[in-house]
């Protein structure tokens, strides 16, 4: 920019210097760069154009050069690499200079060179937006350091009000980037390892960008990446000792607000709240609620403000009620939360389709949690023992082995409902009445209330029916009901991964010591009639139906 200097210009000089500096100033041909340094790589050019420009303002238009070698991909000598880095360091010394930044006193000429010096700094923190999502570019580690040090600067030196710089300027541009599904996840994860889990002050303002972006979107687009960059935030504060590492230097009355943990704990509440009222999908909700017990409920401090999220995610069905009843029962225990339906709600998942699920093994995890307390009602744990054994009825033998060690647990935990295996009948008459007529089961399969199912007056006359089961290790295993209870306790886990599959290897890989009974004749037919000639009797499918030839 030659023939630019310092002080007040009239009228005509003020448009020359906006001519001088004007945004389609081209970058400086090679002709025009000394003879040393063009016989040179471009490296050492890049060096000398920076050199020029932290010399004298005159040289300000080689910025415009260094912008055109940071925007060509160059895979061989890596010059936009080297272009990059220079400009940090020419835009972090000009914000220190206090070039970018003006003031009532400044000149008019020196405010047309400050917004044009600012408009190149915007081109160029829009060169770094593009390369950290170009999956083409392998220096996105860099960038990020790049811009997380520009936006330190920005702070620091070209703010007025410090946290208005953080919601408008580079940080909040980097942080709508990285939530794109263009953004790479690896990013993400090294933002939350190298900056959020570091500084207190990053961490605040990612929860103040997040949560600004989803009330102007709505969240439609950006709620996966979202879901991603909150996921990784795992360290969080529990004292005010916690909040001590800060990005910047604030002055004492901002730094006051930034080391409360209140203050942290609130801004991290209003995120999540705003990420739960969205309009999640199947998948984000299970997420969410995969996240409930270690990662979003130790942010609140208002733990009943869940409530109509883990309310609805129950009303889904399937295994995300489950999951909604896990988080329930967390802010429980560890929140004191009053929930009366909770175990009305968890028994209403005990249907015939509960031992035929996939998720089988998570759930029965879960309720042998949910049941471990000592504390609860004999009629409570009867209804819950009654069910299960009357849908053991219907499973498979993968489902009844780990039901029955299960039932012997509770009957050992809460030893009040063991008459329900041994119930000796009172008075003659009701023995004479049991011996000719039978007696009817008083369990309410139909009641919704597990307090009111009348299961504590009944038995457990399902396990001796499964100890005549078709399956021999399942029928052995409902014998342990019957034998006196000397275990102390039996590990689910022993017992909770049991299929179809490793149940038909175990029987493979026995060791036969006496063959099987087989059938003694080879049958000439699935349905054969007998012919008089073989010993083969007709069998049954073939007296009630007529094959045709």
């Given at each position: 920019?030659p023939?630019?200097?310092?002080?007040?210009?009239?009228?005509a000089k003020r448009?020359?210097?906006?001519?001088?500096?004007?945004?389609?100033?081209q970058?400086?041909?090679?002709?025009?760069?000394?003879?040393?340094?063009?016989d040179?790589?471009?490296q050492?050019?890049?060096?000398?154009?920076?050199?020029?420009?932290l010399?004298?303002?005159?040289?300000?238009?080689?910025?415009?050069?260094?912008?055109?070698?940071a925007?060509?991909?160059?895979?061989?000598?890596h010059?936009?690499?080297?272009?990059?880095v220079?400009?940090?360091r020419?835009?972090?010394?000009?914000?220190?200079?206090?070039?970018?930044a003006?003031?009532?006193?400044?000149?008019?000429?020196?405010?047309?060179?400050?917004q044009?010096?600012?408009?190149r700094?915007?081109?160029?923190?829009?060169v770094?937006?593009?390369?950290?999502i170009?999956?083409?570019?392998?220096?996105?580690s860099?960038?990020?350091?790049?811009?997380?040090?520009?936006?330190?600067?920005?702070?620091?030196y070209?703010?007025?009000?410090e946290?208005?710089?953080?919601?408008?300027?580079?940080?909040?541009?980097?942080?709508r980037?990285?939530?794109t599904?263009?953004?790479d996840?690896?990013?993400?994860?090294q933002?939350?390892?190298?900056?959020?889990?570091?500084?207190?002050?990053?961490?605040?303002?990612?929860?103040?960008?997040?949560a600004?972006?989803?009330?102007?979107?709505?969240?439609?687009?950006s709620?996966?990446?979202?879901?991603?960059?909150?996921?990784?935030?795992?360290?969080?504060p529990?004292?005010?000792?916690d909040?001590?590492?800060?990005?910047?230097?604030?002055?004492?009355?901002?730094?006051?607000?930034l080391t409360?943990?209140a203050?942290h704990?609130?801004?991290?509440?209003?995120?999540?709240?705003?990420?739960l009222?969205?309009?999640?999908?199947?998948?984000?909700?299970?997420t969410?609620?995969?996240?409930?017990?270690?990662?979003?409920t130790?942010w609140?401090l208002?733990?009943?403000?869940?409530?109509?999220?883990l309310?609805?995610?129950f009303?889904?069905g399937?295994?995300?009620?489950?999951?909604?009843?896990s988080?329930?029962?967390?802010l429980?225990q560890?929140?004191?939360?009053?929930?009366?339906?909770?175990?009305?709600?968890?028994?209403s998942?005990?249907?015939?389709?509960?031992?035929?699920s996939?998720?089988?093994?998570?759930?029965?995890?879960l309720?042998?949690t949910?049941?471990?307390?000592?504390?609860l009602?004999?009629?409570?744990?009867?209804s819950?023992?009654?069910r299960?054994?009357?849908?053991?009825?219907?499973s498979?033998?993968?489902g009844?082995v780990?039901?029955?060690?299960?039932?012997?647990?509770l009957?050992?935990t809460h030893?009040?409902c063991?008459?329900?295996?041994h119930?000796?009948?009172?008075?003659?008459?009701?023995k004479?009445?049991?011996?000719?007529?039978?007696?009817?089961?008083?369990?309410?399969?139909?009641?919704?209330?597990?307090?009111?199912?009348?299961?504590?007056?009944s038995?457990?006359w399902?396990?001796?029916?499964?100890?005549?089961?078709?399956?021999?290790?399942t029928?052995?295993?409902?014998?342990?009901?019957?034998e006196?209870?000397?275990?102390?306790?039996?590990s689910?886990?022993?017992?909770?991964?049991?299929?179809?599959?490793?149940?038909?290897?175990?029987?493979?890989a026995?060791?036969?010591?006496?063959?099987?009974?087989?059938?003694?004749s080879i049958?000439?037919?699935?349905a054969?009639?007998?012919d008089?000639?073989?010993?083969?009797?007709?069998?049954?499918?073939?007296?009630?139906?007529?094959?045709?030839?």
């Amino acid at each position: 920019m030659p023939g630019l200097t310092d002080g007040p210009r009239k009228v005509a000089k003020r448009q020359h210097c906006e001519d001088e500096i004007s945004s389609d100033a081209q970058p400086v041909k090679p002709s025009k760069l000394p003879k040393s340094v063009g016989d040179n790589n471009n490296q050492i050019c890049i060096t000398w154009l920076e050199q020029r420009i932290l010399e004298s303002r005159r040289h300000y238009n080689h910025v415009v050069t260094l912008i055109h070698y940071a925007q060509k991909h160059d895979p061989r000598y890596h010059t936009d690499h080297a272009a990059v880095v220079a400009l940090c360091r020419v835009f972090c010394r000009l914000m220190i200079r206090g070039n970018l930044a003006k003031s009532r006193e400044t000149a008019e000429n020196e405010v047309v060179i400050i917004q044009w010096l600012k408009a190149r700094y915007l081109e160029y923190v829009d060169v770094l937006i593009l390369r950290l999502i170009n999956k083409a570019a392998d220096d996105q580690s860099i960038i990020l350091s790049l811009l997380l040090r520009l936006v330190k600067m920005e702070v620091t030196y070209l703010s007025v009000d410090e946290e208005a710089t953080w919601r408008s300027g580079t940080f909040a541009k980097l942080l709508r980037t990285l939530i794109t599904s263009e953004a790479d996840e690896s990013t993400r994860k090294q933002y939350i390892q190298d900056f959020v889990e570091k500084y207190a002050d990053i961490r605040y303002f990612t929860f103040v960008i997040l949560a600004s972006v989803l009330s102007e979107e709505g969240g439609s687009t950006s709620l996966d990446g979202i879901l991603s960059m909150l996921s990784t935030v795992k360290d969080i504060p529990k004292t005010q000792g916690d909040i001590r590492n800060f990005y910047i230097e604030y002055s004492p009355k901002k730094k006051k607000k930034l080391t409360s943990l209140a203050e942290h704990k609130k801004q991290a509440q209003e995120t999540w709240m705003t990420v739960l009222r969205s309009d999640l999908s199947k998948a984000q909700r299970k997420t969410a609620l995969g996240l409930m017990s270690h990662q979003i409920t130790p942010w609140f401090l208002k733990a009943e403000l869940l409530m109509d999220f883990l309310t609805d995610s129950f009303n889904v069905g399937g295994s995300t009620s489950l999951t909604a009843l896990s988080g329930l029962f967390s802010l429980i225990q560890e929140r004191n939360l009053d929930y009366p339906q909770f175990y009305s709600k968890l028994y209403s998942l005990l249907d015939r389709y509960t031992l035929h699920s996939k998720h089988r093994s998570q759930f029965f995890r879960l309720l042998e949690t949910f049941l471990a307390s000592t504390h609860l009602p004999a009629a409570l744990v009867a209804s819950f023992t009654k069910r299960l054994a009357r849908l053991c009825l219907y499973s498979p033998p993968s489902g009844i082995v780990f039901v029955v060690p299960w039932i012997y647990n509770l009957l050992k935990t809460h030893p009040t409902c063991t008459f329900m295996i041994h119930r000796e009948v009172q008075g003659e008459a009701n023995k004479k009445s049991l011996a000719n007529q039978g007696m009817g089961d008083p369990f309410k399969v139909e009641e919704s209330d597990p307090m009111l199912t009348s299961a504590i007056e009944s038995s457990l006359w399902e396990i001796r029916t499964l100890q005549s089961h078709y399956q021999p290790n399942t029928a052995t295993i409902a014998k342990i009901i019957s034998e006196r209870f000397t275990k102390q306790y039996y590990s689910l886990e022993d017992f909770l991964d049991h299929s179809y599959g490793n149940m038909l290897e175990a029987e493979l890989a026995k060791d036969i010591k006496k063959p099987p009974a087989v059938e003694y004749s080879i049958p000439k037919g699935i349905a054969a009639k007998d012919d008089g000639e073989s010993p083969q009797q007709d069998s049954l499918l073939g007296k009630l139906w007529k094959f045709d030839a």
